[in-house]
T-cell receptor, first 112, second 114 residues
Framework: QKEVEQDPGPLSVPEGAIVSLNCTYS??????FMWYRQYSRKGPELLMY????GNKEDGRFTAQVDKSSKYISLFIRDSQPSDSATYLC????????????FGGGTRLMVKP | NAGVMQNPRHLVRRRGQEARLRCSPM?????VYWYRQLPEEGLKFMVY????????ESGMPKERFSAEFPKEGPSILRIQQVVRGDSAAYFC????????????FGPGTRLTVL
């Protein structure tokens, strides 16, 4: 079993839809959680960062963490074709300078 | 305000040759991480370095791979005697020295071994 599980998709939605992306994890020691967006043949771009259970909102993006269920989500409101990319969840142990453990990524396609 | 820089962006090597990948962290960052992304897979941690020190190399293959981050200049990931299975995208990330546990990634180096 992988430490971090993520549905690979692809997930295809119409423009304007609300998108829900999810990851589950097995290591209860993970303390901080990130979402990265990766366009084809580019480097991952940090979207959201959370350090505790609950919700964090930034523009059209909301990150949600449920540590009791070991489950994190990223919601994208009013999705745009430019949101079409692979979304990677990542987790760390909470100490500066430690490795991140990534999910395999979910490919999202937003159709105009 | 440059981000993490990596070069070359694309590197082609024949089996048995050496590959050298370079990474310059963001300004003010002194922690450097290397990750590898195989086709259709997520990123896998390889090594974490600070200036002149390897802090964690638990994800690095024991043979043929080495990394350094000298006092002056970029961090180098070196792969000796490359094999076809080394073909992947190699990403470097950096984070600040104090209080920084978010990592910012460079554009990657795509290594192709013929």
């Amino acid at each position: 079993q992988k430490e971090v599980e993520q549905d690979p998709g692809p997930l295809s939605v119409p423009e304007g839809a609300i998108v829900s992306l999810n990851c589950t994890y097995s290591n209860s020691a993970f303390q901080y959680f990130m979402w990265y967006r990766q366009y084809s043949r580019k480097g991952p771009e940090l979207l959201m960062y959370t350090y505790s259970s609950g919700n964090k909102e930034d523009g059209r993006f909301t990150a949600q963490v449920d540590k009791s269920s070991k489950y994190i989500s990223l919601f994208i409101r009013d999705s745009q074709p430019s949101d079409s990319a692979t979304y990677l969840c990542a987790m760390g142990l909470g100490n500066a300078g430690t490795m991140l453990t990534f999910g395999g990524g979910t490919r999202l396609m937003v159709k105009p | 305000n440059a981000g993490v820089m990596q070069n070359p962006r694309h590197l082609v090597r024949r089996r048995g040759q050496e590959a050298r990948l370079r990474c310059s962290p963001m300004k003010g960052h002194s922690h450097v991480y290397w990750y590898r992304q195989l086709p259709e897979e997520g990123l896998k941690f390889m090594v974490y370095l600070q200036k002149e020190n390897i802090i964690d190399e638990s994800g690095m293959p024991k043979e043929r791979f080495s990394a350094e981050f000298p006092k002056e200049g970029p961090s180098i990931l070196r792969i000796q005697q490359v094999v076809r299975g080394d073909s992947a995208a190699y990403f470097c990330a950096s984070s600040p020295a104090l209080g920084g546990d978010t990592q910012y990634f460079g554009p990657g180096t795509r290594l192709t071994v013929l």
